[in-house]
């Protein structure tokens, strides 16, 4: 099946910096990738909806000035989230379709 | 807006039974419907996938169903082992993806 990485798998970081995230198809391109978020315990929730070439879309109670999202190329998209703070640590995953949806691998964020 | 609730929350089970985990969603406009494994800290390993217009997929010893007018998929782990054990998820793809709220799976040795 179709491979999608994200990078890094893990990161930490101080509050108030910013931590990118790349979400890559590896063999396949994607004019659309999605990210998630998910917290302990808890299952995986939509966050925003990254379009090639155009705005990204978010959903409901996901500020789109704190995690800025870049689709700049059929095979990368890229998840910023600025300001980070504690409250932000979490487990981040995207996914991107081929035929079905096929997901990164995570990325675990901790913000000290 | 679509609404995906799996039931149990949590299941356990001793070795070598047989187990079915239920998804229910709310809205029958589906393009398919993928139910998918995640182990602790991981990402998600996707187990099978059913397009709108089938019934069942068949997969080693899961198989899922899908009835797309009640709004319900199960999944059906035969011969349940160890290795199992792990939060299964089912999504819907309609318009967006959403995501069932997990059933935790651990299996006895």
């Known amino acids: 099946g179709a491979v999608v990485s994200q990078h890094p798998s893990w990161v930490i970081c101080k509050s108030g910096t910013s931590v990118k995230i790349e979400c890559r198809s590896l063999d396949f391109q994607a004019t659309t990738m999605f990210w998630y978020r998910q917290f302990p315990k808890q299952s995986l929730m939509l966050m925003a909806t990254s379009n090639e070439g155009s705005k990204a879309t978010y959903e409901q109670g996901v500020e789109k000035d704190k995690f800025l999202i870049n689709h700049a190329s059929l095979t990368l998209s890229t998840l910023t989230v600025t300001s980070a703070h504690p409250e932000d640590s979490s487990f981040y995953i995207c996914s991107a379709p081929s035929g079905e949806q096929f997901f990164g691998p995570g990325t675990r964020l901790t913000v000290l | 807006k679509q609404e995906v609730t799996q039931i149990p929350a949590a299941l356990s089970v001793p070795e070598g039974e047989n187990l079915v985990l239920n998804c229910s969603f709310t809205?029958?406009?589906?393009?398919?419907l993928q139910w998918f494994r995640q182990d602790p800290g991981k990402g998600l390993t996707s187990l099978l996938l059913i397009q709108s217009s089938q019934r069942e997929q068949t997969s080693g010893r899961l198989n899922a169903s899908l009835d797309k007018s009640s709004g319900r998929s199960t999944l059906y782990i035969a011969a349940s082992q160890p290795g199992d054990s792990a939060t299964y998820l089912c999504a819907v793809t309609g318009n967006q993806f959403y995501f069932g709220t997990g059933t935790s799976l651990t299996v006895i040795p």
């Open positions: 809205d029958s406009a589906i393009y398919n």
